[in-house]
């Protein structure tokens, strides 16, 4: 996609230097996984971006899917990571947040499953929240034990509940960090990432009244946001002070009820970016997706691989098809 063919090879050209006392810590190039319970068909693939793939650098991006509990009671939780850029452990600091914050959810899946089932979106919030500060937590102490830089030594999380229960459509994305989450209902992409929660308010800015005639609506009847509406902030003035970064990135959480024919989208920011960036790729996977039965392993790989120029950073996408 895009006016030029991208500056790389499409496919991997050298291999992530190994450390004969390290082999555990090799990553492979691509991952992909996949499952069906309730009503739901599961899509699951991470894999280098074409970036890494010719300098010879592992996949930073780190997935993990599990299921805890058996039967109607069963979740399913996908977890993916991004580390930090440049840091030269950032593979273990992504694969680390996932293994965090799996054995917090498989330790609590009983009531976080009775929850999501339930619709408990308070309680669900407030109890995901401390397990992804408890995560975060543990990644740190990771750091100073292995005496690294815990600002380098980091990650970005996005996680995904699902219930096996059939009669459960309640979808449930928590996480700290950049990346994208968005809903492709009756053709058309939705951005629902949730906005950070500021002092003023945890809800999302409604359309701004009276905007020019003829322009994209900033926002669903639903409240999501489009794809196509960027919703980038305003430049901060020169003369103000730059904001002291934060310590930890802020919690996204939200809830919603799937309806038959959606098409549910988690990802890191690698696909995110060009999903925003370059509408011909929104359009394309749209087109792809849109189908009544979800595809296949290798056709969602060759999907989300679809190369768009300017992008080249390492790709990572649950998707979830909705009977």
């Known amino acids: 996609m895009g006016t030029r063919p991208p500056t790389y090879d499409p496919e991997p050209v050298a291999l992530p230097a190994a450390d004969p006392d390290a082999l555990a810590d090799l990553v492979s190039d691509t991952l992909l996984d996949g499952a069906q319970y309730g009503t739901c068909t599961l899509r699951a693939a991470s894999m280098r971006g074409d970036s890494a793939r010719y300098r010879g650098e592992p996949r930073r991006d780190a997935m993990l899917t599990a299921r805890f509990g058996s039967g109607e009671h069963a979740l399913v939780l996908v977890a993916m990571a991004t580390g930090a850029r440049a840091a030269p452990q950032a593979h273990r600091a ?16 009983e009531r976080l499953a009775e929850d999501v089932r339930a619709g408990r979106k308070g309680a669900l919030k ?18 100073t034990e ?12 996005r996680c995904l509940l699902l219930s096996a229960d059939p ?26 990432e949730p906005s950070p929660p500021t002092a003023e308010s945890e809800t999302e800015t409604e359309a701004t009244p009276g905007a020019p005639f003829g322009a994209l609506p900033a926002a669903t009847p639903e409240g999501d946001r489009l794809t196509l509406d960027l919703g980038l902030p305003a430049p901060p003035s020169p003369f103000a002070p730059a904001p002291a970064p934060e310590a930890q990135p802020a ?14 989208l988690m ?27 979800a595809p296949g392993l290798a056709a969602f790989l060759a999907d989300t691989q679809t190369r768009v120029k300017g992008y080249a950073d390492d790709r990572t996408a649950a998707a979830v098809w909705e009977a």
């Open 267 to 293: 990802c890191t920011g690698g696909l995110a970016e060009p999903l925003r960036g370059e509408p011909a790729l929104g359009a394309f996977l749209a087109r792809r997706w849109s189908r009544a039965a």
């Open 167 to 192: 009669d459960c459509r309640n979808r449930v994305f928590f996480g700290a960090g950049d990346g994208g989450l968005f809903r492709l209902r009756r053709g058309e992409w939705q951005d629902i």
């Open 251 to 264: 919690f996204r959480f939200r809830s919603s009820v799937a309806r038959p024919g959606d098409v549910l």
């Open 146 to 157: 292995q005496e690294l830089d815990p600002e380098l030594y980091t990650a970005s999380l």
């Open 126 to 143: 407030s109890g995901l929240h401390r397990l992804t500060d408890r995560s975060l937590g543990m990644l740190r102490a990771s750091a």
């Open 94 to 109: 992504a694969a680390e947040a996932c293994r965090w914050i799996a054995g917090a959810v498989g330790r609590s899946h």
